[in-house]
């Protein structure tokens, strides 16, 4: 199942301990905008190797896409733009 934006922000919200916040599987680029601004960083593997399966090769156009999609949103949240 994909990560959620409120599974992550209730998560959060209800630690009692400053944690960092991880998503270790199931970050795409069609998720990242509802989640992003949830967590402290980002484990992906599996989404970057061809047809989404950890037992292919890594194929470029699915790790541009992704790193493309985390840029604007990095750059969306600048507060120096």
């Known amino acids: 199942m994909p990560p959620s934006g409120y599974g992550l922000l209730c998560a959060r919200t209800c630690s009692f301990l400053l944690m960092l916040a991880l998503i270790g599987s199931g970050a795409t680029p069609d998720n990242l905008p509802h989640v992003y601004a949830?967590?402290?960083g980002l484990i992906v593997g599996s989404y970057f190797k061809k047809a989404?399966?950890?037992e292919n090769l890594?194929?470029?156009a699915r790790?541009?896409?992704f790193t493309e999609a985390l840029r604007?949103?990095?750059h969306a949240s600048c507060p120096l733009r």
């Open 72 to 74: 604007a949103l990095r």
């Open 58 to 60: 890594v194929e470029e």
């Open 38 to 40: 949830h967590v402290d």
């Open 63 to 65: 790790v541009k896409k």
């Open 52 to 54: 989404g399966k950890a």
